[in-house]
């Protein structure tokens, strides 16, 4: 036997925490602290200890119940790096999808006990204490016997011996080794043998996936599969993954696996269907709809499981904010935000904010010490007259009724930090939407610091410190910025989703993972996002400046956007000279414009600023293109030969102008395919 084998990379109990796993033994909450030492729940375990015994250096629980089994080793709550290491160095190393068990298998012939131990055999229904007499390794299950005395704790019915021994019959006296779990020696000699066994439960349970020997069999399974699925177990365990996305996670999961099955029974169908018969061919055609869903359901699933892209297209929340509407007296109310209110503040709010207009109607106005009250208050057409202070939040800002948020001074003045744990900062779905001159703050967030569902948010004069992403425009939202400063978003400062539109002017977005991120289609009905971009100053991004990110799903269709180019050259330009007349031109004529404005100038950085403005507009154009030809294809399938040319051409009424991109880590615009 390899000794210490595992041992020697730190599998030991001075470094795991809890981990929740599919098993009723495992911990569900969050890790308990390090001090605690023991790794367990308090809920499903009576017992626990370190055993400092010579021997073992694995813990061990008694597991809860009637029945007084015999200690178990707590393998269930190894750090990330543990079986990252494990997997890597010892387990899968560079195997293909397809050697997955036989290298799993020569692993278990070096560490495993052949017998002579004892384990509990863990279901949905029962455990029973059980004795391995003989290990098949190629098959990775135990030959068992039932250990005297008779120890079993059931769920549902009392399970006899004898209905015990008639279900061990049924199965051969054969289990799979990722249902037992060993019973703890405090000599060592078993300690290889239930981390081993644990390394291959986790694997079943939260890694492979059964559709994965038929993706390319290549040499880096475990770079492509292993380490993401991993990384992104790991992150939800330790709440750095949203709510949501967890939930979008596991249906999808669930449904490619439902998916599978029935691509898996139609494809045995056939091959019991006579050759060329009229079933054979429905369901081919029924399979070849399976396997295009299957397909985009893995895409979006591998999405996720990147910890860069999961933020990119992963997750598409959706918020059930209910607007207010009208208030029912039909008043509108001017909330004032203030801490303490003094006599020249309140003076100076009289004259440049509350009593502008002497001859207006009466207006009502409620004082507030904390912005998040009085945005909780507010109805359709009121304002929030936000004076200068630190407020500190511990809630989501849900903005559902088109209101103004306003700062009474500059934006260094006037700070609203968000502490706590939670998802979004502020979260829109008004109508109209208008927040000005008011710097927001992020701390321990796990989603962007505004987001726009639906809607039409303009964002003014304001600083957006980030903590995750910066601010999303999500499909059919509307979102202008101006005169803003944007940074610190270890994601992307502004992600544009498709069908969106967005207008961006005089802003400053800089020190974020990527400055602008431009989402294409990852679902073939949206429309490329509509978007303006007049003289940003776009600088110090770790990536580029502005990234169009596009999936390969429709790889096929892409032969065909150079003679698509020829029919749809309908691209409206707005510059700041042509704004009232959107002349259209063609895609050669656009790259003569750019062309034209760089050799209006002499330096070779103002230059290299005109082509990166140039390069978003030539890609935008060329994946608007591809739009077209996606819905012509789409139509033909339907029996549609002639489309109206109005409908089918993809307009993209935009203005990239006058932008700067200075010192981006990998350039001003980049295209990244997923």
């Known amino acids: 036997m390899a000794d210490g084998l595992l041992v020697g990379v730190g599998l030991g109990s001075q470094a795991m925490i809890p981990q929740p796993e599919r098993t009723g033994w495992a911990v569900e909450e969050e890790p308990a602290p390090l001090e605690k030492g023991l790794f367990q729940d308090e809920d499903s375990c009576s017992d626990c200890s370190n055993h400092d015994k010579p021997g073992s250096s694995l813990p061990s629980f008694v597991p809860s119940g009637k029945t007084h089994f015999p200690e178990i080793f707590q393998t269930s709550q190894l750090l990330f790096y543990e079986r990252f290491k494990a997997y890597q160095d010892y387990i899968l190393a560079d195997c293909k999808a397809s050697e997955v068990r036989e290298f799993t298998a020569e692993f278990l012939e070096k560490v495993l006990e052949p017998s002579g131990w004892r384990a509990v055999w863990h279901t949905n229904v029962f455990e029973v204490l059980v004795e391995v007499t003989d290990v098949d390794f190629a098959a990775l299950k135990a030959a068992v016997r ?46 290889q043998t239930a981390l081993a066994i644990e390394h291959v439960r986790f694997f079943y349970q939260n890694i492979w996936r059964s559709w994965d020997e038929e993706e390319e069999d290549e040499y ?182 088109s209101i103004e948020l306003e700062g009474y001074g500059l934006p260094d003045d006037i700070v609203i930090e968000k502490r706590g744990k939670g998802d979004t900062f502020v979260d829109c779905t008004g109508v109209d939407i208008k927040i000005s001159g008011i710097k927001f ?57 498709p069908g969106s539109k967005c207008t961006l002017s005089d802003n400053e977005i800089h020190h974020c993972k990527e400055g602008i991120l431009i989402k294409d289609f990852l679902d073939e009905h949206y429309d490329i996002p509509k978007i303006s971009m007049v003289n940003n100053v776009i600088h110090n991004n770790e990536g580029y400046g502005v990234v169009l990110v596009k999936p390969t799903i429709f790889s096929d269709l892409q032969e065909n956007v150079q003679d698509e180019i020829e029919e749809n050259r309908a691209l409206k330009i707005l510059t ?22 760089m050799e209006l100038y002499a330096r070779s950085s103002l230059s290299e600023q005109v082509e990166g403005n140039c390069e978003i507009v030539n890609e935008l154009v060329a994946a608007s293109t591809q739009k077209g030809q996606m819905k012509k294809k789409r139509l033909s399938e339907l029996g549609i030969t002639q489309a109206d040319d109005n409908l089918m051409s993809q307009e993209m009424f935009v203005s990239i102008v006058g932008n700067q991109f200075k010192w981006n880590g990998k350039g001003s615009f980049g295209t990244f395919l997923f």
């Open 146 to 191: 039932l250990a005297d005395p008779y120890l079993c704790e059931s769920q549902v019915s009392s399970f006899t011996l004898e209905c015990m021994n008639e279900l061990l019959n049924l199965k051969e006296h054969r289990l799979p080794l990722q249902e037992l779990w060993v019973v703890f020696d405090d000599s060592g000699v078993f300690d």
């Open 220 to 401: 880096d399974y475990f770079v492509r599969c292993v380490e993401p699925r991993l990384r992104l177990h790991y992150d939800i365990l330790e709440d750095r993954v949203p709510s949501g996305l967890i939930v979008d996670y596991r249906n999808l999961l669930s449904q490619c696996e439902e998916s599978y099955r029935t691509f898996l029974n139609l494809r045995s169908s056939l091959s019991n269907c006579s050759s060329d018969s009229e079933q054979e061919n429905i369901s081919m055609v029924e399979g070849l709809k399976l396997y295009s869903e299957i397909e985009q359901l893995k895409q979006k699933l591998k999405l996720i499981e990147n910890p860069l892209l999961r933020y990119v297209f992963g997750y598409q929340k959706n918020s059930n904010i209910q607007a207010k509407g009208i208030r029912p007296n039909g008043q509108k109310v001017m909330h004032v935000v203030s801490s303490t209110m003094m006599t020249g503040l309140l003076r100076s709010l009289l004259r440049d904010r509350l009593c502008q207009e002497p001859c207006k109607e009466e207006t009502e106005i409620q004082f507030h010490s904390d912005p998040l009250s009085a945005i909780n208050a507010c109805y359709e057409g009121d304002t929030v007259i936000v004076c200068p202070g630190h407020y500190m939040v511990h809630g989501t800002f849900a903005i559902a009724d």
């Open 441 to 497: 703050i992020q701390h321990d967030a796990v989603e962007g610091i505004l987001i726009i569902h639906r809607g039409k948010t303009t964002l003014e004069s304001c600083v957006l410190q980030c903590e995750t992403t910066g601010v999303t425009v999500r499909t059919s939202a509307e979102f202008l910025m101006k005169n803003s400063d944007l940074y610190g978003a270890k994601g992307a400062g502004i992600e544009i989703y």
């Open 576 to 597: 700041s000279e042509e704004a009232g007349t959107a002349e259209r031109v063609d895609l050669e004529e656009l790259i003569q414009c750019a062309t034209g404005k």
